[in-house]
Nanobody, 122 residues
Framework: HVQLVESGGGSVQLGGSLTLSCAVS??????????TGWLRQAPGKEREGVAA???????SYADSVKGRFTVSRDNANNTVNLMMNSLKPEDTAMYYC???????????????WGQGTQVTVS
């Protein structure tokens, strides 16, 4: 049973930075293929993929965050981090970590989800 726990959300001002972390457990020894994504959902909007990285280290980003967000893996601690710079009010949303054995990248069909962490930019 895969468990994902996000942390690092909060409130920042325009242009500020935050780093979100997703602690992954229950995925065995982690030697198989895994794709981990960060998705967000703002009030009244559909959930959208923001960034993703797979076990081969291949990353992908939504156009809206390219050049501002960086996704990375910390294999030693089994975490996936999302570093967010130059934050804008439109980045305000609940951010979710999700994982799957399929290469889903920015799609929403992940089978395993965290509880979410709120990011507010004012």
């Amino acid at each position: 049973h895969v468990q994902l726990v996000e942390s690092g959300g909060g409130s920042v001002q325009l242009g500020g930075s935050l780093t979100l972390s997703c602690a992954v457990s229950g995925n065995g020894d982690g030697s198989g293929y895994w794709c981990t994504g960060w998705l967000r959902q703002a009030p009244g909007k559909e959930r959208e993929g923001v960034a993703a990285i797979d076990s081969d280290g291949i990353a992908s980003y939504a156009d809206s965050v390219k050049g501002r967000f960086t996704v990375s893996r910390d294999n030693a601690n089994n975490t996936v981090n999302l570093m967010m710079n130059s934050l804008k009010p439109e980045d305000t949303a609940m951010y979710y970590c999700a994982a799957d054995v399929v290469n889903l990248q920015l799609a929403r069909m992940y089978n395993n989800w965290g509880q979410g962490t709120q990011v507010t930019v004012s």
